[in-house]
């Protein structure tokens, strides 16, 4: 990612008098000293318009949390702030739900004494969140990656969409980092290291600030620890983990990134739910950040402050602690920003200055957005060109290319003299493919596609993009094969298991697909509240496996296991029984062809893991980015140490690494040091490499983990061919939060080391730092800049 923020686009003037550039703060000034307290609330909340009460679900207690139950014109009779998901709550033709948002904002406007339009967010984390969009790869499969260039891109892409279809803001990315894999919504986030997930999310914001979309960080923050992986449980976090793993995502997605949204997080840090933390969202975000754009609510955070926190007698109450705590706008729908924070302010409980900061703020970026302008036209742009195609070629070209390189080659042992994979061509002439997930279109898809997200709960709505299953390519491919599912990923009958072990047993090869259904709230294994009780392969799967591969053992078929899931799972009984195991995070709906191209090796695996795969069920939580006592240790019986480390991927070629130079053995607090290398395709297929980049620090004020990754850089090399990889490391890639819970920069020793993954070290630099000990804080250096110079 580049080091700049998003460029803004300029505006013209708007109907109420707010010009941009200079002038635009005066004049949305003036226009709030004339909005009635009633004009002034209905900005701070949206309206969900075609959210259902009864049936599934697709946000927390949703069906609970209805919300105001006035009329739609009584609604927006003041005016309205936004309005939620008019095309990713149901299946809607897009042009159909183009022709309701402009119907919509019609009505809104002639509502408004100031002719004021809703902004209009959706989600967008792994694609645009409506029917007939394409479906990418999740975030923890962009981890998988570890090319930045290919999620801003995505990013662009869904950006246009959303323009197209007079979308204004998106939901995404998140930036949670991942503390405990039992947690549901690993797959939503990009990985277990601050470092890899503030780079890849930073790259999405520029994509889609870009596009003028209004990119929102979340969850903000410490969402992912919530405690033994339970959606929305407390979080157990000191200031020093808050401070050195969970806020520098977001701190380089603001700075380098250029978001000009947060959302805050669900959960309460020992005792103090964010949504109510104005220590979080006023005084470090904007005072200590300068964050300047708006902070909207989770869907019914807010009202969660009464309902499930209980720091909140009333509605009235949790609307006056998140108002004054710097939550902007409640969303999804209008519940605690509505009546009851007009009557707390009416009887002086809550200062109407309030009101007005917060409106400041959404105007303004109303204002950018062009929602004020003269001349606005509700009209969405897709609905003069008359059509739009959600899921062109571009976008599944580059879904593909997402999904090669997010597929981890995590073992290649040898069968008949050479390497399982890539299978050779004799292969497809007796080929079986098995496993729960073999026929399952769905095996492909993250909880936050329209497809699982949404269209799950409406049956007879044909899914609205092509999702080949892995089977299916593979017939596609090579014609006749054998294969067999089982429709379900948990519960498998024996008679199941045996149809797959007489397959295994009667080919010369056999692929076996095994993983996660992703859903909401328990309608699946992986996502939004299905957290985990071990990192155990779901229902039946973990013995299904077993028999297969004991007997294709026994007919000395080769096999290969293709895990499709949502979060690592454990695999310490297969690595050595498998003759390959392949792991994929979701890799949307071109998953199954980029898949098959890695196996055959039309594409030559180079994903790196973005979390670490246990060895064994139980010991969580843990990620390789711990102290020396989390690791083994002879003071406990319990050896946490991963099967496969955080940043392993294997190769069909090879790599060597020479000229390894550090341009200084020592510096000050103050300066740089340049790590080089050259790196080399020694193997006879062009491939990519990782060259990843640890600090250690081993003697610090405070306890410091074994190591981190501060670096990172994607070499793509041809057969033979070789590149020259530099590193630029400022002191301030050092820093951590120290005894006085200050940033800090220490003198003293520490270790560069140059890898191939977290537990795989090519050479180690030692680097002395010496002078003062300097306070840093959000104007640090937060990136490692890398130059790839091919020789």
């Not at 923020?5 to 709030?32: H, M, N």
């Not at 009958?493 to 328990?522: K, W, Y």
């Not at 607090?669 to 020694?682: G, K, R, S, Y």
């Not at 297929?685 to 990782?690: L, P, R, S």
Request: hydrophobic share 45%; proline share 6%; net charge negative.
């Amino acid at each position: 990612m580049t080091s700049g923020a998003a460029e803004k686009q300029a505006f013209p003037t708007s109907a109420a008098g707010c010009p941009s550039g200079p002038d635009a703060g005066d004049a949305v000034d003036r226009l709030i000293r004339e909005m009635t307290l009633e004009e002034k609330l209905a900005q701070l909340a949206g309206v969900w318009v075609n959210a259902s009460t009864d049936g599934d679900s697709v946000a927390p207690l949703q069906n609970e949390m209805a919300g105001d139950a006035r009329s739609w014109e009584d609604m927006i009779s003041s005016g309205l702030g936004q309005i939620t998901r008019m095309y990713g709550t149901v299946p809607l033709e897009p042009l159909e739900g183009a022709r309701r948002l402009a119907a919509a904002q019609e009505q809104i406007m002639a509502a408004s004494r100031f002719r004021i339009p809703a902004q209009v967010h959706e989600e967008c984390l792994a694609g645009l969140a409506a029917w007939k969009a394409t479906a990418f790869p999740v975030p923890l499969a962009w981890g998988a990656t570890f090319n930045p260039v290919l999620v801003r891109r995505m990013a662009g892409l869904i950006g246009d969409q959303m323009r197209a279809l007079g979308v204004h803001q998106g939901l995404a990315p998140v930036l949670d980092v991942v503390r405990d894999l039992r947690w549901g919504r690993v797959e939503e986030t990009i990985g277990e290291d601050p470092y890899l997930v503030g780079t890849l999310a930073g790259s999405y914001v520029q994509g889609l600030e870009e596009t003028g979309i209004v990119a929102t960080l979340k969850h903000f923050v410490g969402y992912s620890a919530s405690r033994a992986g339970r959606n929305h449980a407390p979080v157990s976090m000191g200031p020093r983990e808050l401070a050195d793993v969970m806020l520098p995502p977001f701190e380089l997605a603001l700075k380098h990134g250029g978001a000009r949204s947060v959302m805050h997080a669900y959960t309460d840090i020992d005792g103090v739910p964010a949504a109510a933390n104005r220590a979080l969202l006023t005084s470090l975000l904007r005072d200590e950040w300068g964050f300047a754009g708006t902070v909207v609510a989770d869907y019914f955070g807010v009202a969660f402050l009464n309902v499930t926190h209980g720091i909140a007698a009333d509605s009235g109450e949790a609307a006056a602690l998140a108002l004054k705590a710097g939550v902007d706008v409640e969303l999804p729908t209008v519940n605690c920003y509505g009546k009851p924070l007009l009557e707390r302010v009416r009887s002086g409980d809550v200062s109407e200055s309030l009101v007005d900061t917060a409106l400041r703020r959404v105007l303004r970026q109303k204002q950018e957005a062009g929602l004020l302008a003269l001349g606005f036209d509700p009209a969405p742009p897709v609905l003069a060109a008359g059509t739009i195609d959600l899921d062109p070629a571009g976008n599944r070209a580059l879904a593909r290319e997402i999904a090669a390189q997010s597929l981890v080659l995590l073992t290649n042992r040898t069968h008949d003299g050479a390497p399982s994979l890539p299978l050779p061509a004799a292969a497809s002439a007796s080929l079986g493919v098995v496993g729960p997930l073999a026929q399952d279109p769905f095996a492909m898809l993250g909880c936050y596609s329209f497809d699982a997200h949404v269209g799950a709960s409406h049956p007879d709505v044909p899914m609205g993009i092509r999702v080949p299953t892995v089977a299916a390519v593979a017939v596609e491919r090579f014609g006749s094969i054998q294969a067999a599912g089982t429709g379900n990923c948990e519960a498998i009958a024996e008679e199941q298991i045996a149809e797959a072990c007489g397959i295994a047993s009667s080919v010369d090869t056999c692929v076996i697909v095994v993983g996660d259904n992703a859903g909401l709230f328990g309608r699946g294994t992986s996502g939004e509240g299905n957290d985990a009780p071990d990192l155990r392969l779901p229902g039946d799967q973990h013995r299904m496996l077993d028999q297969v591969l004991a007997a294709a053992e026994a007919a000395g078929t080769r096999t290969v296991v293709v895990v499709l899931s949502g979060r690592p799972y454990a695999l310490g009984d297969f690595a050595d029984r498998a003759g390959a195991i392949v792991q994929g995070f979701f890799p949307g709906e071109e998953g199954a062809e980029a898949l098959w191209d890695v196996l055959t090796g039309a594409v030559n695996p180079s994903g790196k893991l973005p979390v670490s795969v246990p060895r064994t069920p139980g010991g969580q939580p843990g990620t390789y980015l711990h102290s020396r006592l989390a690791g083994p240790s002879g003071v406990s019986a319990l050896d946490p140490s991963p099967l496969f480390g955080f940043g392993h991927g294997l190769s069909y070629t090879s790599f060597g690494f020479s000229g390894h130079a550090a341009s200084v053995p020592t510096m000050s607090t103050a300066d740089a040091v340049t790590v080089a290398l050259t790196v080399t395709n020694t193997g006879g297929v062009d491939g990519a490499e990782v060259v990843q980049l640890y600090l250690e620090d081993p003697v610090g004020e405070v306890v410091r983990p074994v190591r981190e990754l501060i670096g990172y850089a994607r070499v793509e090399l041809a057969a033979g061919a070789s590149a020259r990889v530099e590193f630029t490391v400022h002191a301030d890639r050092t820093s951590f939060t120290g005894l006085d819970l200050k940033r800090v920069v220490t003198r003293g020793l520490v270790r560069l080391h140059v890898a191939t993954s977290s537990t795989a070290d090519v050479h180690t630099h030692e680097l002395i730092l010496h002078g003062e000990r300097r306070v840093v804080g959000y104007e640090r250096e937060m990136l490692t800049p890398v130059t790839v110079t091919q020789q």
